[in-house]
């Protein structure tokens, strides 16, 4: 499949921004004001357009292995701290498996808390670093310095130079903090604090479609679906059931490779909008209120935003997004009604509420196979869900006794 990755990664960064933002204050646009100092510092050490793709990728994700961390760990995302790198370690494993361009070093996001002063999470040695992890990591640090909490003031912009250069030598790299001084000026300080900083990583990375191997496909799916689930872990099993599901009900009916696997990335984005809404609401174990519900609701609009500008996303975009539509027009976020829901849409309609009545909630066990078709074919008789399909997913999944 082709499509512009990088512009997905960008939009992703916003959701990953947003649960540091739920729960250690970081600030919005944080990974995008990262990726663009970390570009100009890569830029003056003279990178190559593939080294500073990488880098600029890495420094979007620098942070994805925080739920995921937090399952293993709870508390951490609370505390805000991680002294054992394990958000380093997970995010890490979750990079490898995207195709990068220059990929000549690993372990950058591994050890992007490193100190210069040996005292990170992994006490490594100034030469034992990669440049970009360095780089990743002043970069981090500065943009921090100025919007953890609400201080964002342009004065407080200007205040990065002389925390970088305190810092150089005991938490940042000197050869990072050096390049981070000749990169970053009152201009580059006043952009950052004025401008759409989006456009600005465009304007040194333009969209640019990359043409992504089935195999890839899978595997940025399943990391993003495993990001998404990880919040909370009510939805530990969510998008990645889904997917699963989805390429079996394909098989059944005969599709071909390059669609069911597109299939199993809408299963894995569907609910990729969830990562906007808080655990407060996700996790509530009582009956949500008619404001949280609206709330709730608006995770499918925002999975629908976060796709609809990525070049070569549409199609996946319409399966994904449209998953709590009902073919009586009763659903949301548009109130869609059969004929403009074709196959796959009301396919990962079904699929979402499957699976959904399958697993364990904050209010109820999971049901039974059984239980849950009938439920579901109550909601086809009533007009919400595509009769024929359920049937589809009764015979395919009661074979498998899951
Ligand atoms: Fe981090
Ligand atoms: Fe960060
Ligand atoms: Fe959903
Ligand atoms: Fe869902």
């Keep these: 499949m082709e499509f512009d990755l990088f512009g997905l990664i960008i939009s992703f960064s916003d959701a990953l921004d947003n649960i540091e933002n ?55 995302l609370k505390h805000g701290l991680d002294p054992k790198g394990i958000h380093c370690r997970i995010g890490e494993e979750n990079v490898q498996k995207f195709p990068l361009m220059a990929k000549e070093e690993d372990g950058i996001l591994l050890y992007h808390h490193e100190r210069a002063d040996g005292l990170g999470p992994f006490k490594k040695k100034e030469n034992e670093i990669p440049l970009m992890a360095k780089i990743i990591h002043v970069a981090d640090f500065a943009d921090n310095s100025v919007s953890l909490g609400k201080n964002s003031s342009k004065a407080n912009y200007l205040s ?9 030598g005991r938490n940042f790299s000197p050869e990072a903090a050096e390049l981070f001084r000749k990169a970053i000026g009152l201009k580059e300080l006043f952009y950052l604090s004025n401008k759409d900083i989006h456009q600005e990583i465009r304007k040194i990375m333009p969209q640019e479609s990359v043409d992504i191997s089935n195999k890839e496909l899978k ?58 809404i808080p655990n407060s609401i996700l996790e509530k174990p009582g009956k949500l209120t008619s404001e949280e519900y609206e709330r709730m609701k608006l995770h499918v609009y925002y999975t629908f935003q976060m796709l609809k500008d990525v070049e070569g996303l549409q199609t996946i975009n319409s399966w994904a997004s449209n998953h709590h539509e009902r073919l009586d027009g009763s659903g949301y976020p548009w109130g869609k009604t059969a004929e403009q829901l074709g196959t796959m849409e009301r396919l990962l309609a079904c699929m979402d ?50």
């Design 22 to 76: 739920e729960f250690v204050g970081i600030r919005k646009d944080h990974a995008k004001r990262v990726c663009w100092l970390s570009l100009l510092m890569g830029k003056k050490a003279s990178f190559t357009r593939e080294q500073l793709y990488d880098l600029a990728f890495l420094a979007l994700m620098h942070d994805n292995g925080l739920t995921m961390a937090n399952n293993e760990e709870p508390d951490l």
């Design 160 to 168: 990065m130079l002389p925390y970088v250069n305190k810092e150089a």
């Design 219 to 276: 595997d940025i799916a399943t990391v993003f679906g495993n990001i998404v689930d990880s919040k909370s872990p009510f939805t530990k099993t969510h998008s990645a059931g889904i997917a699963d599901k989805a390429v079996k009900m394909g098989q059944y009916y005969g599709w071909d490779l390059d669609t069911r696997y597109a299939l199993f990335f809408a299963g894995s984005l569907h609910d990729i909008g969830k990562m906007l």
């Design 353 to 402: 509420v499957y699976q959904a009545l399958r697993e364990d909630r904050p209010y109820r066990k999971g049901l039974s196979h059984q239980t849950s078709i009938s439920l579901m074919e109550d909601m086809a008789e009533n007009g919400k869900l595509d009769r024929d399909i359920i049937a589809d997913i009764n015979k395919v999944f009661a074979i498998e006794k899951i």
